[in-house]
Nanobody, 124 residues
Framework: QVQLVESGGGSVQAGGSLRLSCAASGYTYSTYRMGWFRQAPGKEREGVAAIGRDGWTRYADSVKGRFTISQDNAKSTLYLQMNSLKPEDTAVYYC??????????????????WGQGTQVTVSS
């Protein structure tokens, strides 16, 4: 079955960087579109970055210019490079996969498979 395992979270000071990874297994990675989401305490889960099966990407306005989504199809791994981190980026970050669609989307409802999440904490 599909499994998504995130790693790379941690604590960092404002202005710092982190790189999240999501190792996928149980399916042919390149046939799915992928996304990164985050959920802060008391808030809804929101889309951060996504990559479609065509390789095009989409970002939330709050992270444009600071975060970069990428993937290594040979390793079946999705990445999220996060630079210039801010305290408001603090959240649990999840990767997600969808087999039905083609273009990148930040819509939570589009994804049927989710990882367990990794905590990112940014201190001021």
């Amino acid at each position: 079955q599909v499994q998504l395992v995130e790693s790379g979270g941690g604590s960092v000071q404002a202005g710092g960087s982190l790189r999240l990874s999501c190792a996928a297994s149980g399916y042919t990675y390149s046939t799915y579109r992928m996304g990164w989401f985050r959920q802060a305490p008391g808030k809804e889960r929101e889309g951060v970055a996504a990559i479609g099966r065509d390789g095009w990407t989409r970002y939330a306005d709050s992270v444009k210019g600071r975060f970069t989504i990428s993937q290594d199809n040979a390793k079946s791994t999705l990445y999220l490079q996060m630079n210039s981190l801010k305290p408001e980026d603090t959240a649990v970050y999840y990767c997600a996969a969808d087999t039905r669609g083609w273009v990148a989307t930040l819509s939570r409802d589009a994804y049927g498979y989710w990882g367990q999440g990794t905590q990112v904490t940014v201190s001021s």
